[in-house]
Every structure is written in C-alpha cells, then in structure tokens.
Nanobody, 115 residues
Framework: QVQLVESVGGLVQAGGSLRLSCAAP????????IDWDPRAPGKQRELVAR???????DYADSVKGRFTISRDKAKNTVYLQMNSLKPEDTAVYYC?????????WGQGTQVSVSS
C-alpha cells in the first residue's frame, strides 16, 4: 500500500498564490513520476502537472507559466507552487502516482479561488 499525504489547501483571492505538498514514501518519491490532478466541481480529474524521477516537468496548457512542480527527494515530498490563481483553478487537488501497475491517490485537498 502506498500512502500519499497532501498538505491543507486553502481559500485565496484571484491573483494570489498557494503551495501544496505531497508526502510520499521514500522509494516512491525517489523513483516514481508523481502528478497533480485536480477535480473541479462537476468535472473529472485532469492532470495539470507531472514530474519524473529525474525532475523532468510537464504541464497542462491551462497552468503553464503559473504553476511549478518540484520535488525534494531528501524530504520525500513533491510540491505544487500555484501563482496567479484564477477562480477556474478551484478544485480538490490530488497527488497521484502509479506503482507496480496500481494507481495511488492522496486524500485530496480543497483549493478555492475567489474572484
């Protein structure tokens, strides 16, 4: 069983910033690709940022230039720095990884952006 633990999200005004963290077991944080997949109200989860074990990053067009994903292997943690937040970024944010053909998700953390 792989347990991913996200930090608490929050409520911010449009244009504000927030940083989320995802704590993962040591081996996972070192060798696995980890991604952030928010689920907005009434919508399916979508991948917005992904980081590989060699720290190659990939972003959805909707967040490019605003979000930055990073990892600290010493702390077994992946971060999502979100800047210039928009109301449409409001969602429950999940971190996710795949391990031995199984998908693992964190518990989800609410991010709300007011206009």
């Amino acid at each position: 069983q792989v347990q991913l633990v996200e930090s608490v999200g929050g409520l911010v005004q449009a244009g504000g910033s927030l940083r989320l963290s995802c704590a993962a077991p040591g081996i996972i944080s070192s060798v696995n690709t980890i991604d952030w997949d928010p689920r907005a109200p009434g919508k399916q989860r979508e991948l917005v940022a992904r980081i590989t074990s060699t720290s190659v990053q990939d972003y959805a067009d909707s967040v490019k230039g605003r979000f930055t994903i990073s990892r600290d292997k010493a702390k077994n943690t992946v971060y999502l720095q979100m800047n210039s937040l928009k109301p449409e970024d409001t969602a429950v944010y999940y971190c996710h990884t795949r391990w031995f053909a199984n998908d693992y998700w964190g518990q989800g953390t609410q991010v709300s952006v007011s206009s």
